[in-house]
């Protein structure tokens, strides 16, 4: 491991889109380091199997708590299941995310609607439950995953472009208004991470190949390194960040070298 092991040693974490890609990651990184875990997600099924999963990996705690991040009542519901759980929450994650192809043009109004309700008014209803439960009292960390997909432009991702730009936003409004009560509030914006279900439909195939070869280092990021960064910015390591997304990407953004499409 790249960090000492017990550098989250005592800490809770609540981890939303935990079931499964990046957030599974960054949940598995958290518990290995020291942290019991909550994740969250709207497939319970898959919820329990990977909670069972990361106990067996990592020999810490890990409590399923299934929820559709859009329904304030159902996140409120699934914090108080985690503080009655742990007795703490130190550390919140925002990854729970919708996305899929669509030129503009053809995006229907529930369709952008869905994602930014999942992915924007989801990280602000977790945000305020978190605020208002815990986090308000105790101070913690809040880390948001975002992406780099509106830093240029990205085709066919109009509606996810826009609900990372307003994670972004949120980001640093919640660090002005939350940083004096001890909270500390970041994102990540991860670039194309192999293995993951959204390059896996962005970049298909030879579409792939071409592509990783614009990024700076010459390969796609993996998600243990995304796992690496959220463990960073969760420590004390990270203490003077406040307000910032750390773009994590290999320098891809760098080029504004556009998918095929």
């Known amino acids: 491991m790249v960090f000492r092991d017990d550098i989250l040693a005592g800490k809770v ?5 935990g079931g499964s890609g990046i957030c599974r990651g960054i949940a598995e990184a958290l518990m290995k380091h020291g942290a019991n875990v909550a994740i969250a997600g709207r497939k319970a099924e ?25 329904e304030p ?15 703490r929450l130190d550390i919140v994650v925002n990854g729970a995310a919708g996305n899929f192809l669509a030129p503009a043009s053809q995006l229907s109004y529930n369709g952008f609607r869905t994602v930014m309700a999942i992915d924007a008014l989801g990280t602000f209803n977790v945000c ?6 815990y986090l308000r ?13 509106h830093y240029t432009a990205t085709p066919l991702q ?11 936003s949120m980001t640093k409004s919640f660090a002005l208004e939350w940083g004096r009560l001890g909270i500390r509030v970041n994102g990540i914006a991860p670039g194309p991470i192999e293995g993951t279900e959204g390059m896996s439909r962005l970049a298909p195939g030879d579409v792939a190949e071409k592509h990783r070869a614009s990024v700076p280092i010459g390969r796609y990021g993996r998600i243990d390194e995304i796992a690496n960064v959220a463990v960073f910015m969760a420590s004390d390591a990270a203490s003077l960040l ?14 504004g070298t556009p998918l095929e499409w």
Do not use: M, Y
């Open 13 to 17: 974490a609540f981890v939303t889109g």
């Open 46 to 70: 898959r919820l329990e199997a990977t909670a069972r999963e990361l106990e067996t990996s990592t020999g810490k705690r890990c409590l399923a708590t299934p929820c559709d991040v859009r």
């Open 73 to 87: 009542t159902e996140v409120e519901a699934a914090l108080d299941r985690t503080l009655a759980e742990f007795g």
């Open 128 to 133: 305020r439950a978190a605020f208002d439960r």
């Open 137 to 149: 009292d105790h101070g913690g960390v809040i880390l948001n995953i975002s992406a780099t997909l």
């Open 158 to 168: 109009i509606h996810a472009s826009a609900a990372k730009a307003a994670i972004d």
């Open 242 to 255: 406040h307000g910032t997304t750390v773009v994590a990407d290999g320098g891809a953004w760098l080029t």
